[in-house]
């Protein structure tokens, strides 16, 4: 049976209508479903398995690089949150506020942890007193609470799942280290796991995080050309420190305030997943993050044999350390391929009589959709060895579409046709929000970040004509 | 150096004070924190290790047995929380209640999850539609709140973390054998994880979960003589599924309700832990669940040789597959000793400049302080053994107590004498929750369940005088 003949009609082709396409592909994956509060999504089995894939990842990392577990309370007083201006500030217009508790109101009213700088700070200055203390490498995963006017599932929601690591260092430079060390581990993940090229850089002013100093981000780049913003690290200085009153006492006996990092990335890399990677016939994943790597399916499963072949294979594979599953349920194979193609599953084995007869099996690669006759006895190292080909043509893949979409402006003529393209605009930029701030007004493109390691390209900033002092790159985005 | 001659001074003794002695072991050994909101506690990196060690445990047992893990919204409508009347009437006076988001009151007010039957209700009402969809075997990890007036650590808290299993089934009996098996998969936690022995039962009907059926429960037995419920199962019957409207077409093409079940264990297993096994040093933790299950400590470190001796014995250790940690800081060896004493790791490896000579180690154990003098080619063989032993000394030593304080009683001033003297009284009752209030008022102890496998041994209910029919234990509980 020739796949191509029953392909998937019920998702919305991605040129027909493409935030439809992530919509359906977020439901017919059984990614994810609604509840009855807007904003507040059901991960289902299958996504959720894949975000455990990714903590998995991040939890080792974050281990190894001498961070510590813990879990803050959900629930910040007002007045706690109120305690540093621009953080407040720049929280307070999407809180969820709980002030009846026990049928009584709640004097202090609670605010459900938007982020938890606040938290950590309070619980920092009662454990932080020498230079002995220092460094504390805090991590915490939990969900928490934006209320949030447009949602899209995974990508803007009320609630979200997260992580959020929170740092507290003797002097400046250890902690600007460990904010631009948290960005690379989050590299690591896009390069290693997710199959994603971010971009990496620092965030303008105007876009860095409600009480930060400095704000770095990776930002990956999705088919419709606009940027999705997938993790940021904050450097804070010590303006927290001195805000909630933590102090200690340093090598040279003087008591002073220690500089402090955070750094989160959420339940937001399975839209940068599903988006990077997908297609018309749904969710494509990097092998190291599908919860069932490989699925085998009988073909004419009525034939004698057959069966207790697949789930022969299944075991095997199975032992030989891969995630796999046989689908040996009465559907037919047809519906079966179609299923797991819309769930992503990197490899899938088929297996019908004539295999058997002939000590062969079929692997089906989901991400070009080629096929290969595999000798029995070589299954296993074959399947191993297209995983890795699979990660790798992916993660390439998704490169060429990065560097075919950064395009070197030099007027505003350039940067409108540029997003016009889609993907980024790269210029060179005076500084000044001013500029900033027309760019999103004629275009609704927003500075994504200060990438790395730039080499200046022109001399003034194509908006205001003043001297150009960074690299930006412009974008639409989620 | 004797280790007797620096006992830490600074926790209270059990028997002066235990409830004084178990808030100094939750704080001294670094396992928590007080937050600024009562009830809402800090989980610190050594306290939350625990927590972590415990999830992976039964979250490899869960997924043996078939379940998947899901995310539900944190936040259940007013109006959902009270579709089934049993459970809302139960839950409605501690609930902590959202109703300003977004700075605009939100029209049906949103409870922070107590417990979440009604959303898995709500999202199986959409998902269950054929006997194939059956059984749907779903959990969650996740933080709840209920709005408590008195809290203690682990014990009663207005947040707490725990699991939550909800689960679907085509019959009766499957939900039941369900509601059994998870009860199993608590009570091995205790045995091969806490070295805790559980009372296994069946709870009484005043004391079941609000909207269930039925209510099982593992109950553990302090050394004050209280018991602690520390994990429970429910059998639903198909009361919610009706209440959601939950159906499914069946074998026979009828449209019918399935049968439901829910199961917990929470962070309260902390709290068990610490009580069961600690001791007037602090805390002493099974070697399965301890961060550090040794702690190699170099003793006249100053000494040529001595620190590098220890770093190496530390790094062996853990290439062996154990959580070992070196301590090389310039505090004394003495100091060290009662710090891991208090945080009660398993065993401790000294090393000193005689040891070195002597090609040895000493190795301390915590559950009974006993010394031995070991080869150093045999150390790593010798600390796997120890562990082993530990666990297994631990879990008897549980079991004696246990054994000790059950007692059998025939009439109200036996139930007295066995409520004074701690532990459970076992008692034939009637059935009638006018016996178990009386009990209540009387004794201050409650019924905390019907265990199972028991043998009656009186004709007649001690409090009524009617004929009894069920073996029940009272106890007085946390």
Known sequence: ??????????????????????????????????????????????????????????????????????????????????????????????????????????????????TSETLFCEHYAKIISSYRDLPKLYNQWCSVVRWEKTTRPFLRGSEFLWQEGHTMHETEEEARTETLKMLEVYDDCGRDLLAIPFVKGRKTDKEKFAGALETYSIEALMPDGKALQSGTTHYFGNGFAKAFGIQFQGRDGKLTNPYQTSWGVSTRLLGALIMVHGDDNGLVLPPLVAPIQVVVIPVAAQKPGVIPAAREIAKKLQDAGLRAKVDDSDKTAGWKFSEYEMKGVPLRVEVGPRDLENKQVIIAKRNDG??????????????????????????????????????????????????????????????????????????????????????AFDDVCPICGKKAKKVVLFAKAY
């Not at 699979?390 to 350039?414: F, G, P």
């Open 1 to 114: 049976m020739d796949n191509k003949q029953i392909k998937n009609e019920s998702i919305t082709s991605q040129e027909v209508d493409f935030a439809q396409w992530y919509t359906d592909v977020c439901r017919k994956a059984e990614l994810m479903d609604y509840s009855s509060v807007k904003g507040f999504i059901i991960y289902r089995p299958y996504g959720y398995a894949i975000w455990e894939q990714i903590q998995n990842y991040l939890d080792k990392r974050f281990k190894e690089t001498g961070h510590e577990n813990v879990y803050m309370p959900m629930v910040i007083p007002e007045s706690l949150l109120a305690k540093e201006k621009d953080h407040v500030e720049g929280f307070a217009p999407e809180c969820l506020i709980a002030n009846i508790g026990g049928n009584a109101p709640i004097d202090d009213p609670l605010i459900i942890r938007p």
């Open 370 to 455: 080629t096929k290969l006759t595999v000798p029995m006895d070589d299954m296993i190292d074959k399947a191993k060895e297209l995983l890795k080909t699979i990660h790798k043509e992916m993660y390439e893949k998704a490169c060429r579409y990065l560097a075919d979409h950064v395009t070197e402006v030099h007027n505003l003529e350039e940067l409108n046709a540029a997003l016009e393209k889609g993907g980024y605009a790269k210029m060179m930029w005076c500084g000044e929000q001013g500029c900033e701030d027309k760019i999103k007004e004629l275009t609704n493109a927003t500075a994504r970040c200060m990438p790395f390691n730039q080499i």
